[in-house]
């Protein structure tokens, strides 16, 4: 995580703000797990310090078990947005999904699509 905020992506941040990076704090998550298995002193901090959450997590392998995929992609960000509503302090949150979320349309517009399938069958399918 240390490398991220180094990349030229941050150079226009870093110009008025050339120590942004001590406000960004990666912690430790398991998406797959009950509360993302984050700890109790990092869910607390999470609740009472954070104004931006930028969620990155996610499995882009196309060979992935259908059910693990759903657990990390669908179920971890669920869970992380149930997380983001206890914040007090939250302003914003930013998720950055998969780049190949709509690959069988030929232009992408920026809109919410119809999901092909209710994410609940698919769970209950799974």
């Known amino acids: 995580m240390r490398h991220v905020p180094r990349s030229n992506v941050f150079d226009r ?3 008025g703000w050339p120590n942004f990076c001590e406000k960004i704090k990666a ?3 398991d998406f797959t797990q009950p ?3 984050i700890s109790p002193n990092d869910t607390q901090e999470l609740f ?10 996610a499995t882009v ?3 992935e078990p259908l059910k693990q995929a759903l657990l990390l992609n669908v179920m971890g960000t669920q869970q992380l947005l149930v997380l983001a509503h206890q914040m007090k302090n939250l302003e914003a949150f930013v998720h950055l999904s998969t780049a190949y979320a709509n690959c069988n349309r030929r232009h992408i517009e920026e809109v919410i699509y119809p999901p092909p399938v ?8 799974v």
Request: net charge negative.
């Open 13 to 15: 941040v870093r110009e």
């Open 27 to 29: 912690i430790n998550a």
């Open 61 to 63: 392998r196309f060979d």
């Open 35 to 37: 509360n993302l298995a």
């Open 118 to 125: 209710e994410p609940k069958k698919l769970f209950d399918l």
């Open 48 to 57: 009472s310090e954070v104004n931006v959450v930028f969620h990155c997590a």
